[in-house]
Nanobody
Framework: QVHLVESGGGLVQAGGSLRLSCAASRSIFSINDMGWYRQPPGKQRMLVATITSGGTRNYADFTKGRFTSSRDNAKNTVYLQMNSLEPDDSGVYSC????????WGQGTQVTVSS
């Protein structure tokens, strides 16, 4: 019912920043819950951040204030700004939307070098 496409991943040195984007195929105005997960190599997927239609945000403890999620309903896009990146932040980052079901993007690779 909604397709999500992530972009903005890549290779960055420790201490650097990346801004991930999640573009939806339709308006996200009516999608209450959106967020980000990540899956490091050899590990299970874990929650990074969530954001509701009302702007309520939650973050995993490991972000330690380094990450900021936002949404732009006019552009049908959710963002994840990641600062002070560490090698442990490496992994595949996936966007999700919860509407009448749960929808996932294909993921974008983030690699942080030391």
């Amino acid at each position: 019912q909604v397709h999500l496409v992530e972009s903005g991943g890549g290779l960055v040195q420790a201490g650097g920043s990346l801004r991930l984007s999640c573009a939806a195929s339709r308006s996200i105005f009516s999608i209450n819950d959106m967020g980000w997960y990540r899956q490091p190599p050899g590990k299970q997927r874990m929650l990074v951040a969530t954001i509701t239609s009302g702007g309520t945000r939650n973050y995993a403890d490991f972000t330690k204030g380094r990450f900021t999620s936002s949404r732009d309903n006019a552009k049908n896009t959710v963002y994840l700004q990641m600062n002070s990146l560490e090698p442990d932040d490496s992994g595949v980052y996936s966007c999700l939307a919860v509407s009448r079901g749960t929808f996932w993007g294909q993921g974008t690779q983030v690699t942080v070098s030391s």
